[in-house]
């Protein structure tokens, strides 16, 4: 296991700190925790009985464009399987959380679930290994947990230490998971830490290289899902078209495996080609969202310091990156408009 620092705490959704910000991840620190833990036997509960997740997952599977993807026969296969899934009450207990506070990583959490069991069963060499792995799925963000809401659920661009603590999730989960499930080599433990980061190493928290085969397709059904729905800092969604292209885009930058690319595709044409038969269009063709603030970072020392060249509004400096290319911008808070540095910097010799 990699050692890493925690920036910030882990505790559960009853405020039990497990362990503090600064403490050194190693397996041995790891290990104290899980064995406190040796001997709680938690009650396991049946996944598509408990509250209103079953209606919720029938409901959101009618929806676009899940409807195209899961055909009846599709629809009945992941209701089929997760009948056969439980999950302990802790874990249960975080969906609700998630449900009531803060309602698109429930739901999104159901979806990476439900999309991820099937491109499982077109890519992984033992199916009957789907159950242990697919579950993880549903529980990858659950970290979540220790992120406060109003980052969570910020609607204006992030500051560099909301992207932190948010990033923080994945280790947290790690944690969480490891702790609850009392093994941290567990597969839920893995896909938690894991699912942020890509073959190519750019990902986070450690910036490993991916590897295993259903973690990257929990990654692709994550990017996929997070595209597809409203998020506080982009009111408005990727259109399908427009999601499956940043996807192909990720294989084409080796984040992603073609394959994975490829199966996602498959299952979204009407008839569903075997994946290796399944050629990705790199044509670009999808309408992304105009008023889109992911990946925008807002230095926020500076924001009273740049007056807006238009209107003398105050701007705000933001960071973009884009395939490992930082850019750097400012947007003026009253009229909107955005500037780079050179039309900042006539501005300041007019002014002289
Ligand atoms: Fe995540
Ligand atoms: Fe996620």
């Known amino acids: 296991m990699e050692t890493t620092k925690l920036d910030y705490a882990v ?10 910000a ?9 290990d104290e925790l899980i064995a406190i833990n040796k001997g709680t036997s938690y009650q396991a509960l049946p996944f598509l009985e408990y509250g209103t997740v079953y209606q919720d997952i029938v409901l959101l599977l009618q929806k676009p464009p899940y409807c195209v993807i899961f055909d009846e026969v599709e629809r009945t296969n992941v209701l089929n399987l997760m009948k056969k899934i439980n999950f302990i009450t802790p874990v249960l207990e975080s969906l609700d959380y998630f449900k009531k506070w803060d309602f698109y990583t429930y739901r999104h959490s159901l979806m990476v679930f439900a999309m991820s069991t099937i491109m499982a069963r077109d890519l992984l060499e033992k199916p009957e290994d789907w159950i242990r792995e697919v579950m993880a799925g549903t529980i990858h963000d659950l970290g979540k947990i220790c992120v406060p809401l109003q980052i969570l659920k910020k609607s204006d661009p992030l500051t560099r230490t909301d992207r932190s603590i948010l990033e923080h999730h994945t280790l947290a989960g790690f944690v969480l998971l490891s702790y ?3 093994d941290r080599r567990s597969f839920a433990a893995q896909v938690a830490n894991e699912h942020h980061e890509r073959r190519d190493g750019s990902g986070y928290p450690l910036g490993i290289s991916l590897r295993d085969s259903m973690v990257e397709i929990i ?4 990017v996929y899902d997070a595209l597809l729905s409203p998020r506080p800092y982009r009111p408005t969604q990727y259109d399908n078209r427009a999601a499956l292209e940043e996807i192909t885009e990720m294989a084409k930058g080796g984040k992603l495996s073609w394959e994975v690319v490829q199966t996602l595709v ?18 670009k ?3 992304p969202p105009a008023d889109n603030l992911y990946g925008v970072i807002v230095e926020k020392e500076m924001e009273k310091e740049i007056k807006c060249p238009n209107c003398y509004g105050s701007c705000i400096k933001k960071k973009t990156y884009k395939e490992g290319v930082e850019y750097i911008s400012y947007e003026c808070s009253s009229c909107r408009k955005e500037f780079d540095e050179d ?3 006539n501005i300041e010799m007019d002014e002289y």
């Open 11 to 20: 505790y559960t959704l009853d405020n039990r700190l497990f362990l503090p």
């Open 22 to 30: 600064g403490k050194l991840l190693t397996s041995e620190a790891l």
């Open 180 to 182: 609850f499930l009392q």
């Open 219 to 222: 990654a692709a059904c994550d």
């Open 266 to 283: 498959s299952h979204n044409r009407k008839d569903k080609p075997h994946f290796r038969e399944c050629r990705v269009s790199t044509e």
């Open 285 to 287: 063709r999808g309408t």
């Open 343 to 345: 039309d900042l910097l």
